[in-house]
């Protein structure tokens, strides 16, 4: 199962660093039934951007969390058994749930399919909507519209062996 697991510049920095994601467990997205309710598609590359969106979100919120932390989001995705993942049945149509699934154990980075980044042009949008993030989830309507302003960028492909250019940069 290809799954998505959100992180920061230097979350990733780290995880090159340990050789590994986590320690567990960890967030991530995936497919799952939920997703698939939610979405009404077929086409696994289009769930599988939902997903990959759902990750870009859940590395928005680390990046509110952590104010020193390079504005740009990331998202490793990853190759791991279906029985390593485990999504919660009571929360498979929360809206703030959607996709999200739990690694109960740290995943070796060499697992890791791709990284996706945000590109330079986007860390201004980024920054503004991770200071926004509070106030959306508080319901602020401007404050949401910030946030969502960070999904006009798209995030960016890159091997895993780009990795260390990714942390250098």
Partial sequence: MRVYV???????A???RAGEL???????YAVTPGLREWYVSDDIEELEY???????????????ADPGAVRKRVVVAVDIADGAVHADPDRALDPDALG???????????????????????????????????????????????????????LLWFATQ??????AG
């Fill in 100 to 154: 999200e699934v739990r690694l109960a154990a740290a995943v070796p980075l060499a697992k890791a399919a791709a990284v996706h980044v945000d590109a330079d042009d986007a860390a201004v949008d980024v920054a503004k909507a991770a200071e926004a993030l509070a106030a959306a989830d508080d319901g602020d309507a401007d404050a949401q519209f910030v946030v969502d302003g960070a999904d006009d960028h798209e």
């Fill in 14 to 16: 780290q995880a090159h």
């Fill in 6 to 12: 959100p992180l920061t510049l230097p979350a990733l």
């Fill in 162 to 167: 780009e990795i260390e250019h990714l942390i």
């Fill in 22 to 28: 986590g320690p567990g467990p960890l967030t991530a």
């Fill in 50 to 64: 939902a997903a990959l969106t759902r990750a870009a979100h859940g590395s928005l919120r680390l990046l509110a």
